[in-house]
């Protein structure tokens, strides 16, 4: 499972949440420039590290290999050819199992197709480069309640401002360029008024397991307004004192649909054996 199916962005599609990272071919630009054999940091056994993760759970250790859960890749440098025994199950997901890019300086080696059930695959190193494993072609799949705000416009007496807070916690998003914010989890979001006034906000859901969400909008000790969302935007207005409003998803809802993952149980590699002159 990903890191938190909130705490990524999200493509709303068919009443679910999905994500599908970009396919291996595409991703061979992301390789960085390889460096000169003098520049290589070469050990037996290969140190890996990681080259990029697409978040912070993307790509962990485990055991005596990683574990893939999101777009990432491993590299390391090696100063001799050889072979690289790779003992790994993936997690299928999507009609289709994960896949390692396996380059050496940027030119691709193999993409090895990772079905469940742990198996022991053996790529060919040319020569000394720097080599990349790659996992590209991630996918996931959530059915996940999401409130969304729209077009806040606040008038107060001799101000307009407004400070809107959407914690991380709340799995949610503040996007001031749009005007918007969503919640999918039950940490509330903030909104502070310059002064007491009208509030004006559109609202907008998303249902999950067959329920749409349920927002309250709350100031101190009082409920200013409980509302069911639904999948047509609905104007909200409410007066305002000067204190903070609190709006809450009081009915959150995610499970994981589909989710597509890759074991590296073990990395082996055995250096071409020197030959005598």
Do not use: H
């Not at 080696?109 to 000394?128: C, F, H, M, Q």
């Not at 999950?208 to 969302?229: E, H, I, M």
């Not at 998803?249 to 074991?263: E, F, H, I, K, S």
């Amino acid at each position: 499972m990903k890191a938190a199916f909130f705490m990524i962005p999200i493509i709303i599609v068919a009443g679910l949440v999905s994500w599908q990272s970009w396919q291996t071919p595409a991703a061979a630009s992301l390789v960085s420039p390889q460096p000169e054999k003098a520049a290589l940091d070469c050990r037996q056994p290969p140190q890996y590290r990681v080259g990029f993760a697409s978040e912070s759970a993307a790509l962990i250790p485990q055991g005596q290999g990683f574990r893939f859960q999101g777009v990432a890749w491993l590299e390391t440098d090696l100063c001799t050819s050889g072979t690289l025994t790779i003992r790994a199950d993936g997690e299928e997901a999507g009609d289709a199992a994960p896949t390692l890019a396996v380059t050496l300086n940027s030119v691709s080696l193999a993409n090895l197709d990772i079905p469940a059930g742990e198996k022991t695959y053996s790529v060919r190193i040319p020569e000394a480069g720097r080599l990349t494993l790659g996992y590209f072609n991630d996918y996931y799949l959530a059915d996940v309640r999401v409130a969304t705000l729209e077009k806040f416009k606040f008038s107060g007496a001799g101000c307009k401002a407004v400070q809107v807070d959407v914690p991380a916690a709340t799995g949610g998003t503040w996007r001031p360029d749009y005007n918007s914010a969503s919640l999918v989890s039950d940490v509330p979001m903030s909104l502070t008024p310059c002064a007491a006034g009208e509030l004006e906000v559109q609202v907008v859901g998303r249902e999950g397991n067959g329920a749409f969400p349920v927002l309250s909008f709350q100031q101190g000790d009082k409920v200013l307004q409980k509302l069911t969302t639904t999948q047509k935007r609905q104007r909200v207005k409410l007066t305002l004192s000067a204190s903070p409003l609190t709006i809450t998803l009081t009915n959150p809802y995610g499970r994981t649909v589909a989710d597509r993952n890759l074991n590296l149980r073990s990395l082996e590699f055995t250096p071409t054996a020197a030959t005598s002159p």
